[in-house]
């Protein structure tokens, strides 16, 4: 019974991040973000660092379930997989050019150095250029085109739904969302 | 990527097959068409990567948004690591001997009550911090203040809580620990009474337990006997013990 029970309270917490449910995200988010900082305040970076590297891990993580790479089979498992995603992008930062020339390898004494590189983790997902040129572009959209296409592919809102709080009729709205989707299609065109 | 030559009916029908909407005949209809027509499979793969793009990026903006409202309770503790390092090791000296001093002081004229209290209490550990409890999401966030040792803000947040359910056990239970760990003495009394007077006996073991050393501080050392004589907390006996 308590087994069953387990697997049933997993799959509510995969559902709600691929669902994007913002308190559970948000809960993650704010649970993980201390040791994350801590690891990169004691290595080197300063909080600005702590904040990106740790917002790409949990894009990477946030990405990995969507995609069925990560299937976590509990919750400690997210929180770890988390912290490891962002301590190897801080360990790749600290290995590159910029970084190099400034830090002594024992100053890099809070890292248990034991080259674990390979433990399996995509991390790379949104190392695409054609992925962050839309990205770009979406910040760079129309707020009209931004809150409707953020109802549709975010919030996951139903086509009536929307369509009503336009007060729009359906068809109107779905050729809006497409002349957006055009928009935004341009001017990441226009970055690239 | 050039989506400009795709009709708003063909961009529908793939944005519907990313999504698994498309009925099982649809789907092999489709399949077809990717295996089959050139060019086909690149402008699947171009809607897919704007709608991942689009999504990103909208998540990456409600993570500054979760960032902002991120309580400030890392700022203290790194703000404080700098200072501590920066002191100068003579004055780590002096507060050294004050401390002994002072220590030494309070062994010999301090009440026995405060010495056995202070032997015995330790904050309860609280509760395992489940994300899939997101119906109670505001109690567990205070939680996992309560255990990064915020007291203060931990009982805040669930005095909050208290107000809709005044009788909670769990809540009172938990308003008591944080109270008494920053000596809030009389006050923890009176939430860890309401959990032993509850009808819910999840907490009423350890409550009686906690109530005993509330009592033993405040200096009501019968009060202390009597309600330590009600739990079965290995350490009450041992304690009970030495109070006799």
């Given amino acids: ?192 | 990527m050039n989506l400009n030559d795709i009709s708003q009916e063909e961009f529908e029908s793939i944005e519907a097959y990313l999504n698994g909407q498309l009925s099982d005949e649809d789907v092999m209809v489709f399949e077809n068409r990717l295996k089959n027509e050139e060019g086909f499979a690149s402008k699947v793969e171009d809607i897919k990567t704007i709608l991942t793009g689009l999504e990103t990026q909208v998540m990456k903006e409600q993570l500054d948004e979760f960032h902002d409202e991120m309580p400030n309770s890392q700022e203290d503790i790194t703000t404080n690591e700098p200072k501590v390092k920066s002191l100068h090791w003579k004055r780590i000296a002096v507060a050294a001997v004050l401390i002994i001093g002072l220590g030494s002081f309070w062994l010999f004229n301090g009440n026995s009550n405060d010495r056995l209290y202070s032997n015995y209490f330790t904050p309860d550990p609280g509760l395992p911090t489940t994300m899939s409890s997101t119906d109670n999401y505001e109690f567990y966030e205070a939680m996992v203040d309560y255990k990064q040792g915020d007291y203060n803000t931990a009982g805040q947040k669930w005095k909050v809580l208290l107000e809709a359910k005044p009788k909670s056990d769990t809540l009172n239970y938990f308003i008591g620990s944080a109270l008494m760990a920053n000596d809030k003495i009389n006050e923890a009394i009176n939430h860890l009474k309401t959990v032993t007077e509850s009808n819910d006996g999840a907490f009423k073991n350890e409550a009686y337990y906690y109530l005993g050393l509330a009592y033993l501080k405040s200096g009501n050392t019968d009060a202390a006997i009597s309600a330590l004589k009600k739990t079965n907390v290995p350490k009450s006996k041992d304690l009970l013990k030495k109070l006799d």
């Fill in chain 1, 1 to 192: 019974m308590r087994e069953a029970y387990k697997i049933h309270q997993k799959l509510q917490v995969i559902d709600a991040i691929k669902n994007n449910d913002s308190s559970t995200l948000k809960s993650i988010y704010t649970k993980n973000y201390p040791k994350v900082e801590i690891l990169v305040l004691k290595n080197n970076g300063t909080k600005e660092h702590a904040k990106d590297i740790y917002q790409e891990a949990f894009l990477a993580l946030w990405q990995n379930i969507k995609q069925d790479k990560f299937v976590p089979a509990t919750e400690s498992s997210i929180n770890g997989y988390l912290y490891t995603i962002a301590k190897n992008k801080w360990m790749d930062v600290l290995r590159s050019k910029g970084y190099k020339k400034t830090i002594v390898a024992s100053q890099l004494q809070h890292f248990e150095i034991k080259d674990e590189e390979d433990n399996g983790i995509d991390d790379d997902i949104l190392k695409d250029k054609r992925l962050e040129d839309v990205m770009l572009a979406f910040k760079n959209l129309g707020e009209a085109c931004r809150s409707l296409l953020r109802m549709f592919y975010f919030e996951k809102k139903s086509m009536n739904l929307i369509a009503e709080e336009l007060s729009l009729d359906s068809a109107s709205t779905r050729n809006k969302k497409y002349r957006c989707m055009q928009k935004l299609k341009q001017i990441a065109l226009k970055n690239s």
